[in-house]
T-cell receptor, first 112, second 110 residues
Framework: EADIYQTPRYLVIGTGKKITLECSQTMGHDKMYWYQQDPGMELHLIHYSYGVNSTEKGDLSSESTVSRIRTEHFPLTLESARPSHTSQYLC???????????FGPGTRLTVL | QKEVEQDPGPLSVPEGAIVSLNCTYSNSAFQYFMWYRQYSRKGPELLMYTYSSGNKEDGRFTAQVDKSSKYISLFIRDSQPSDSATYLCAFFSGNTPLVFGKGTRLSVIA
């Protein structure tokens, strides 16, 4: 089983709140990713990082931001949550030059 | 034309059936071909991985790649209720993130 963790697993929050979704991995992987996935729908890449101090936007435009200050940690922040942000957020990581992505269990976010 | 096309299903089969899941792609730069399985309310996990045309077997699962037709398939023999999940094809072309299909939802009925 992959050692990649996400907290919280479930979050219900009101509109306008600032939230940070945590993702950490203990495998020493340089590459980390954030995906957004609505129930029964496809994965959308929203952010990725190929190492410390490196972040890129993904295919899906997102109002979230990310940071990569430490190799093992890749938090995602929403400055002002809205109901349209309600979704599942999945974090993943992979080794450089190796294609398998290991996924965390996800954070299910509901914004009221 | 989308880079990856995958029939979203849903697909419902009786236990013991042979299941065929398919993806087509348009990017000739794709070098590695993968199938991920995602159970409900979980993250995807890698099921099969191949980089050449032909077949690769792992137990009840066979991954097939046809680079000339830009077509990949996943076959599941003797399907079980525990195989009920969403199956996503994924493609890798170099130092870029994986490109995922939309996923096919499979239900195996006992």
């Amino acid at each position: 089983e992959a050692d990649i963790y996400q907290t919280p697993r479930y979050l219900v929050i009101g509109t306008g709140k600032k939230i940070t979704l945590e993702c950490s991995q203990t495998m020493g992987h340089d590459k980390m990713y954030w995906y957004q996935q609505d129930p029964g729908m496809e994965l959308h890449l929203i952010h990725y990082s190929y190492g410390v101090n490196s972040t890129e936007k993904g295919d899906l435009s997102s109002e979230s931001t990310v940071s990569r200050i430490r190799t093992e940690h890749f938090p995602l922040t929403l400055e002002s949550a809205r109901p349209s942000h309600t979704s599942q957020y999945l974090c993943a990581s992979s080794e450089p030059g190796y294609n398998e992505q290991f996924f965390g269990p996800g954070t299910r976010l509901t914004v009221l | 034309q989308k880079e990856v096309e995958q029939d979203p299903g849903p697909l419902s089969v009786p236990e013991g059936a042979i299941v065929s899941l398919n993806c087509t792609y348009s990017n000739s730069a794709f070098q590695y071909f993968m199938w991920y399985r995602q159970y409900s309310r979980k993250g995807p996990e890698l099921l099969m991985y191949t980089y050449s045309s032909g077949n690769k077997e792992d137990g009840r699962f066979t991954a097939q790649v046809d680079k000339s037709s830009k077509y990949i398939s996943l076959f599941i023999r003797d399907s079980q209720p525990s195989d009920s999940a969403t199956y996503l094809c994924a493609f890798f072309s170099g130092n870029t993130p994986l490109v995922f299909g939309k996923g096919t939802r499979l239900s195996v009925i006992a």
